[in-house]
């Protein structure tokens, strides 16, 4: 025999009459109020089973719509963290771009300066050669003026102005040639204003004798005198240190044997003299080859090529001086307008970089919505 659901028998049983109630689970006949207490105890169980079975919905409804919230924030953080790369990396890159165009325009503005100042100085250097040849002529004839302006004021005789002269001379002279033996010869001894012997390996090699005259007038005695203290002394040079020359001279003249130079050029001129002096002696010539070797010295001091590189030693020696002041003031102009244009870099910078996470942050928030 088949059994009847619970459910069905209970409907069966509304439909039965009040006096033909049946059992709903076996269908046979009871009584009423035994049909009715079977019926509430039908109800109350569906009762409890509907309660469990929504209880078990809404328990895995909550661990559904947990897992689905667990996902979805799992995927917004992995949406985050790939933005913030993606934001990194961009600021990056715009950094590496700044940095080699800042470089790029640095390299750029330094060759220009370096390409505007080689020309500048070509062409001060052309427009300065002559004018500064002319410059050293009208300097001499202005210190020579100076010098005869002075005589003038101080009153003070020609021996005077002769000895003060020869001391500059000897102090001069002693600071060149720290290693070699100079002495001044007492006023009123007969000789030269001062010797000045040659040492090399604590032994003197050879002599030159100087004279030194701050006169306002040329005299042919000068030499005769200065030649006879030479032969005297058994000098190998004599110089006679002076701004006056004979007529039709300058500078640097040889007369007699006698070298005639101007102030400003005679350490200079030492310097060949005591060059020469060291090579004779070191190869121990005889008088003839001696004396020949000193007349084609003398040939070479008087040229034209000595005096243009005489010429070329002050040229050069001003364009140093020149060129340290020309320097200083260029690198000062450098720095101020590198400084300036740092700061326009930096303020570019700033802009690029503020472009740049506008545009990546208004795509992150959208991303993110």
């Not at 059994?3 to 049946?22: L, M, Y």
């Not at 325009?105 to 020309?119: F, I, K, S």
């Not at 030194?212 to 005297?232: P, V």
């Amino acid at each position: 025999m088949t059994a009847t659901h619970p459910a069905v028998a209970v409907r069966a049983g509304r439909q039965a009459t009040t006096h033909n109630d049946s059992c709903p689970w076996c269908g046979h006949p009871i009584a009423h109020d035994k049909f009715e207490a079977i019926q509430a105890k039908i109800a109350a169980q569906e009762h409890e089973r509907t309660i469990r079975v929504e209880r078990e919905l809404r328990e895995k409804v909550a661990q559904e719509k947990a897992q689905i919230e667990s996902e979805a924030r799992g995927k917004v953080d992995k949406a985050n963290r790939t933005a913030s790369a993606a934001v990194a990396k961009a600021k990056q890159e715009a950094d590496r771009q700044l940095a080699a165009q800042k470089s790029i325009a640095e390299t750029v503005l330094n060759e220009r300066l370096r390409q505007q100042r080689d020309a500048l100085e070509k062409a001060q250097a052309k427009s300065a050669d002559a004018d500064k040849a002319a410059a050293f002529k009208e300097r001499q004839r202005l210190e020579k003026r100076v010098a005869d302006l002075q005589r003038q004021l101080q009153h003070k005789t020609a021996d005077e102005l002769g000895e003060g002269a020869e001391v500059d001379l000897f102090e001069t002279l002693k600071g060149q040639f720290p290693n070699d033996r100079l002495s001044r010869v007492r006023k009123g001894t007969a000789g030269a204003d001062i010797i000045h012997e040659v040492v090399h390996n604590n032994r003197v090699c050879g002599r030159i004798v100087y004279d030194s005259k701050d006169r306002e007038a040329w005299r042919n005695d000068y030499i005769t005198k200065l030649r006879q203290d030479q032969l005297a002394a058994g000098a190998d040079h004599a110089v006679l240190s002076t701004r006056v020359f004979p007529a039709g001279t300058q500078q640097i003249h040889v007369q007699d044997g006698v070298i005639i130079a101007n102030p400003a050029r005679v350490t200079d001129l030492v310097h060949i003299l005591r060059r020469q002096v060291l090579v004779v002696d070191a190869l121990r010539m005889s008088s003839e080859a001696r004396g020949e070797k000193v007349a084609l010295l003398y040939e070479f001091i008087t040229s034209e090529p000595c005096t243009q590189l005489f010429e070329q030693f002050d040229t050069l020696t001003e364009d140093l001086l020149e060129l340290d002041v020309k320097e200083k003031t260029a690198h000062d102009n450098v720095w101020k307008h590198r400084g300036s244009l740092l700061r326009s870099v930096e303020r570019a910078h700033g802009a690029l970089l503020s472009e740049i996470e506008q545009i990546i942050g208004t795509s992150a928030s959208e991303q993110s919505a």
